[in-house]
């Protein structure tokens, strides 16, 4: 079962993440992420730093999911794994189109055709919500930002994931990231728990 971890930065994902590896060590999660799980997300954060072009940077994310599936999610997938991954195609489908605004026309369908006919679609999403000043204000002043960090970016791309989850209620579910760490991670905890026990009682399709 494929379960993504979804939200703007700052939003709390990596803290989820680390809590889930706890919470739920007794399914044996196989924990995954994008960009970066395995060497073409190196080009990726050197594309983004550079801030090479926008068709550019949008392939190499596209490459670096498919080298993901390839390498991770498919073959995890084939043993019945349960997989968990920080981002997956939901964050192209929310920040591309934002970089690709006036580059191309309909950056979010050039985006879909391009995921057609390879991606995996995952069971469920987990869409970690707040306010943009929040995620803001919970970003490390000392690291250094990518560009996409600007409130103006961020409230695009919280806009296009909440659109996202509306045209698919059945796989989202929008998480509260205002609630307290706790609340987060056992409420995530517990519909994951769900979602695997009710994958068990039927096949994959
Ligand atoms: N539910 C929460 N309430 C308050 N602070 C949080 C919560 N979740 C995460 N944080 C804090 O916000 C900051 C950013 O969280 P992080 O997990 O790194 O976000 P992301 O991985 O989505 O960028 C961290 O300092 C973290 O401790
Ligand atoms: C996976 C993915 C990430 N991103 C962006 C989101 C992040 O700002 C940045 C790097 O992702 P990530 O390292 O997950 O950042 P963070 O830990 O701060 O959430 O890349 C895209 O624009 N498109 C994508 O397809």
């Not at 079962?1 to 044996?28: N, Q």
């Amino acid at each position: 079962m494929l379960i993504t971890i979804e939200g703007i930065d700052g939003s709390g994902k990596s803290t989820l993440l680390a809590s889930l590896r706890e919470l739920l060590a007794d399914l044996d999660p196989l924990f995954t992420r994008e960009p970066g799980s395995t060497w073409v997300g190196g080009s990726v954060r050197r594309a983004v730093a550079e801030r090479m072009d926008p068709i550019t940077e949008a392939l190499l994310f596209c490459a670096d999911h498919a080298a993901h599936i390839e390498t991770v999610i498919r073959p995890a997938l084939e043993e019945g794994r349960l997989i968990i991954s920080d981002r997956y195609s939901d964050s192209r489908f929310a920040y591309q189109p934002v970089v690709l605004d006036g580059v191309i026309p309909d950056p979010l369908s050039w985006l879909r055709r391009i995921h057609e006919g390879w991606s995996i679609r995952p069971d469920r999403t987990f869409l970690l919500v707040l306010p943009i000043e929040d995620a803001i204000s919970r970003l490390d002043p000392e690291k250094k930002r990518e560009y996409f960090e600007s409130p103006e970016i961020l409230a695009r791309v919280q806009e296009n994931y909440l659109n996202l989850a509306a045209a698919d209620p059945a796989r989202f579910i929008i998480v509260d990231a205002l609630l307290p760490k706790e609340e987060v991670a056992g409420f995530v905890a517990d519909e994951i728990r769900t979602c695997a026990r009710s994958s068990r009682s039927r096949p994959r399709t």
